[in-house]
């Protein structure tokens, strides 16, 4: 059984900092490459940041660019998302997800076959 935990949202003033973590149960982490998706109150889900299987190769979302950080530490079976500077438009559910086994990032969402339950950030201005 797959499980994938996040932790980390929470409610922050604009220009503030949060590091979301995404624990793996079920699967040999190392193998999988990872994402981070969003959703925001009526949008639709949209990428985010990717990472490998080896933390060698990230991808992000031109919105977060500069601002976020994906890594991984395979011996933790945990994914982080460092998000600094933050906006008010960051607000929404953030969702971590299992890729398939590729050593390189994945940015589509179909591509993805098991996802956490997702943890609320909210930026206030």
């Known amino acids: 059984q797959v499980q994938l935990v996040e932790s980390g949202g929470g409610l922050v003033q604009a220009g503030g900092s949060l590091r979301l973590s995404c624990v793996v149960s079920?699967?040999?982490?190392?193998?999988?490459?990872m994402g981070w998706f969003r959703q925001a109150p009526g949008k639709e889900r949209e990428f985010v940041a990717a990472?490998?299987?080896?933390?060698?190769?990230?991808y992000y979302a031109d919105s977060v660019k500069g601002r976020f950080t994906i890594s991984r530490d395979n011996a933790k079976n945990t994914v982080y998302l460092q998000m600094n500077s933050l906006k008010p438009e960051d607000t929404a559910v953030y969702y971590c997800?299992?890729?398939?086994?590729?050593?390189?990032?994945?940015?589509?969402?179909?591509?993805?076959?098991?996802w956490g339950q997702g943890t609320r950030v909210t930026v206030s201005s």
């Open positions: 079920g699967r040999t982490f190392s193998v999988y490459a």
């Open positions: 990472i490998s299987r080896s933390g060698g190769s990230t």
């Open positions: 997800a299992l890729g398939p086994a590729h050593d390189i990032p994945v940015v589509h969402g179909h591509e993805y076959r098991y």
